[in-house]
Structures are given as structure tokens and as C-alpha cells.
């Protein structure tokens, strides 16, 4: 396989899809697990709801691990010899990570601070842990309709 810049250029989308999801996660799950850590350690019966909600900002990074393989599967780059990419198509294959993995890392950053406030609101009363999930769920809207502009740019390649 002859590397070009249009090869190149989807091999850097595909990079940026998976990367921003990845960072925006751990963050998002660092922040929420930094919250855990205090609440846990004064309330260890509640491990599990916190863990559950430290989880909720990892999911940008499945997103942006799914988009880098349609990336590259839909380049032709998996399962065999991709044909000849044109720098503008390898261009637009770059530009459509975008909304897929600056979502992701956004949300995933913002999610794993509300997930950080919901872990102190269970701390306090542990039955509103549906309430703080749904809260944190909410941010990560953003990063499913992210996925859905990426996946539609994507199939118009």
C-alpha cells in the first residue's frame, strides 16, 4: 500500500476521531472519579453507584473508536488494499471526524463534571442516583448527535 497525502489524511482523521474521545474521557472520568474517591472513602456502600456514574463520560471514547473504524473502513484502508485516495477525499474523510471527536472530547469533559455533582448528590441521599444520572446523560446528547453528523458526512463521501 503506497502511503499518500489522501491516505494520510484519513489515517489522521481516524487518529482524531479516536484521540479527542479518548482525552475527553479521561478527563470526564477523571474529574468524576476524583469526586468518588472523597465520597468512598467516607461511604463505601456506595462504590457501586459512584462507579456507575464515574463510567458515564467513558463513552465518548467507544464513540470515537467506532468512528475511527468506519473511517477507515468506509476509506477501504480495512480488510484489504485501499484504492487510490485523492488529497480532497482524504480531506473530507479528516473534516468528518470532527464533529464526531470535538463533541466527544467536549462532552466528555463537561459529563464527568456533572457526573462529579451527582456523586456528591448521592453522597447526600444515595435515592436520587437515577436523578444524577439523567443529569449527566443529558450532556452526552451532544456527543450521539456529534456521531450522527460524522456518520452522515461520512456515508456522503
Known amino acids: 500500500m503506497e502511503i499518500t497525502l489522501g491516505l494520510a489524511l ?25 469526586a468518588g474517591a472523597g465520597v468512598v472513602g467516607e461511604r463505601p ?13 467513558g463513552s465518548q471514547g467507544i464513540y470515537g473508536l467506532v468512528g475511527a473504524f468506519l473511517i477507515l473502513n468506509f476509506a477501504g484502508v480495512l480488510g484489504g488494499e485501499p484504492t487510490a485516495i ?5 480531506l473530507q474523510y479528516l473534516i468528518t471526524s470532527l464533529p464526531l471527536g470535538l463533541a466527544g472530547l467536549f462532552s466528555a469533559m463537561l459529563q464527568g463534571k456533572v457526573s462529579a455533582a ?8 444515595d ?7 439523567v443529569l449527566a446523560a443529558m450532556v ?18
Open 86 to 90: 485523492s488529497t480532497f477525499t482524504g
Open 127 to 133: 435515592t436520587l442516583t437515577a436523578r444524577a444520572m
Open 10 to 34: 484519513v489515517f489522521g482523521g481516524a487518529a482524531l476521531a479516536a484521540l479527542f474521545g479518548f482525552i475527553g474521557s479521561s478527563l470526564g472520568m477523571g474529574y468524576a472519579g476524583q
Open 140 to 157: 452526552e446528547t451532544w456527543a450521539i448527535f456529534g456521531f450522527l453528523i460524522s456518520f452522515i458526512l461520512l456515508t456522503s463521501i
Open 45 to 57: 456502600d456506595l462504590f457501586g453507584k459512584v462507579l456507575l456514574m464515574q463510567a458515564l463520560p
Open 118 to 125: 451527582g456523586i456528591v448528590m448521592i453522597a447526600k441521599d
